[in-house]
């Protein structure tokens, strides 16, 4: 069974733009969350997704969204991008929504912003 | 607030020694708790998971944790660690809210360092 695929795998970007990425999950696998990884901060929530909802979300600003598609592939946008977006931005899928919830993730897309 | 919080930002050991990788929450109600590893250039993969029952945690590759709920700990241990074994290991936690599950809220992560 495939894991959990991210594309694409490395993004560069310029201040001001918007980008999107994308995040197949584990056939099967109706969640989806998202998660900000950095070197000061640490791993953080983005928002999590389950049967085409989002269920929840976490601390950053609205140019952060995301959707979630009938096949429970998922989507994360971010506008007008600012350098501190520059991330390890990791999608987890897990079978159901709640915190007993195993997540599988993928490897990441690696976003820089210059 | 809700937090995890692993205090050894590097650890060093020598291969075939012992390792245990702290972890201390702080939450208003017993979170689920787990432990991720994380290899250059990787997702995270889930070692082990917490959530009531037996304190005493088997995980994968040989790890294990043990949840103390009077010092808000759930540290992870390995009685004999392997070169491979080098990575970054994450303690996180996850409590349910009104709309469904929190996210996990992850410690800031131990590097884990062999010595041949």
Redesign the interface.
């Known amino acids: 069974k495939a894991g959990?695929t991210q594309t694409p795998r490395y993004l560069i970007k310029t201040r001001g733009q918007q980008v999107t990425l994308s995040c197949s999950p584990i056939s099967g696998h109706r969640s989806v969350?998202w998660?900000q990884q950095t070197p000061g901060q640490?791993?953080?929530?983005?928002?999590?997704y389950?049967s085409e909802t989002q269920?929840?979300k976490?601390n950053f600003p609205g140019r952060f969204s995301g959707r979630q598609f009938s096949n429970s592939r998922s989507e994360m946008n971010v506008s007008t991008l600012e350098l501190g977006d520059s991330a390890l931005y990791?999608c987890?899928s897990s079978l159901a929504?709640?915190?007993?919830?195993?997540?599988?993730?993928?490897?990441?897309t690696q976003l820089s912003v210059l | 607030a809700q937090s995890v919080t692993q205090p050894d930002i590097h650890i060093t050991v020598s291969e075939g020694a012992s390792l245990e990788l702290r972890c201390n929450y702080s939450y208003g109600a017993t979170?689920?708790l787990f432990w991720?590893v994380q290899s250059p250039?990787?997702?995270?993969?889930?070692l082990l998971?917490y959530?009531s029952g037996d304190t005493l945690v088997q995980g994968i590759k040989g790890f294990e944790a043990e949840f103390k709920r009077s010092q808000s700990s759930f540290n992870l241990r390995k009685p004999s660690v392997h070169w491979s074994d080098a990575a970054e290991y994450?303690c996180?936690a996850?409590?349910?809210?009104g709309?469904?599950?929190?996210?996990?809220?992850?410690?800031?992560?131990t590097h884990l360092i062999i010595q041949p």
């Open positions: 959990v969350s998660y640490g791993l953080q929530f983005l928002f999590e389950f269920r929840n976490g990791l987890a929504e709640g915190r007993s919830e195993k997540l599988f993730f993928g490897s990441g | 979170p689920y991720y250039g990787q997702g995270l993969q889930l998971k959530f994450f996180a996850r409590l349910d809210s709309g469904g599950a929190d996210g996990l809220t992850f410690g800031k992560g």
